[in-house]
């Protein structure tokens, strides 16, 4: 295997949940001691948007814009399979299964621990996450499994678009579904405000910086630039986040586990599904493995921006989003190591597609 520099895994990327549970820590502790600065932070926002996390979103999701090529979507043809198992697990099934996961285990299995209401908020970040599709990092995933570089690219690329029009639907059927009121103006603006003016943006600093100077150093030298600010937004949000957060977990901390439990689940679930759907394909490895972890990993900032924009900063749907970001890295970094351990399983990479 590639060292960690070779694969591009840095370490904050590596040890993420380790920051995530300290700025948990932060959070509680400043929401318990300090709660004059939340209080403080609450009073700005626009249409139930808060704008010091909309700052602090745009910090995080800006940067891994920039680095999605929208040029390779004009190679989507070149490995059409994989990209429909991708497609098909992101957006047909990934949604739906985490719904009946989060709702067996929100309001049957753990039922006895979690009050009703509060599992349908937990279920509403459920559904956040399941409906949001892993984009940048997937990046990191893809190069430690040695995955193919310009099909990660079409595949980020093509899921980004895809975003745009189906996040909005398909959220609002599964919430309603479970007598959720979410409304459209507020979905709609939080995706305009969390994807698309990040993802305009970064196509035109993208284009304009590599027009100019080239996209040698666009990639090797500007966009890396960015790596610790995008890092910074995330902790910083994520305290935030816990400091809205400081009483409910204080009361409630085995519910944190208990959250985890069906992301964990679904995690596992939709990568052997993909992974597995790609092996009946005699896909290749460098197709398969990076088919699966897009799969299988969720665009966690957009899902946190768009609970704190539904439901505010303190609300349980946020809290179940951000337990997204504290499972995502140990159990994505498992799941590279299972899918190393089983490039076997695939053809050879000169095997056609």
Known sequence: MKSEK???????????????????????IIGKYLPAI????????????????????????????MKVDFQSIKNVGKNPRGLYVTWIANWV????????????????????????DLATQYLAGAVLLGAAPCTAMVFVWS??????????????ATNDLIILVAFVPIVKFLLGVSNVAVPWDTLILSVVLFVVIPLSGGMLTRTLVIKKKGEEYFSNSFVKKFDGITTIGLLLTLVLVFAFQGETIIRNP????????????????????????????KL?????????????????????????ALFGTSSAAALATTVGVLTE?????????????????????????
């Open 143 to 156: 190069s430690l499994t040695n995955g193919n570089p310009a099909y990660t690219v079409v595949q980020v």
């Open 254 to 281: 085995l519910h944190i586990v208990l959250i985890a439990v069906p992301l964990i689940i679904q995690t596992f679930l939709i990568f052997f599904i993909v992974y597995y759907a790609a092996r009946l394909l």
């Open 38 to 65: 939340p209080a403080f932070l609450n009073q700005f926002e626009y249409a139930k948007v808060s704008i010091p996390m909309a700052v602090l979103i745009w910090l995080m999701i800006y940067p891994m814009m």
């Open 284 to 308: 290749p490895y460098s197709i398969s493995a990076p088919a699966g972890m897009i799969g299988a990993s969720n665009f966690f900032e957009l899902s946190v921006a768009v609970a704190i």
């Open 93 to 116: 099934i990934k949604p739906f299964t985490m719904y009946a996961l989060a709702s067996l285990f929100f309001f049957v299995i753990f039922k006895a621990f979690i009050s009703p």
């Open 6 to 28: 070779q694969t591009g895994i840095g370490f904050f990327q590596k040890y993420l949940t380790v920051w995530v549970i300290l700025c948990m820590v932060v959070g509680v």
């Open 329 to 353: 890295v140990p159990v994505m970094l498992f799941l590279v190591k299972i899918a190393n351990k089983t490039t076997h399983w695939f053809p050879e990479p000169n095997v056609k597609q």
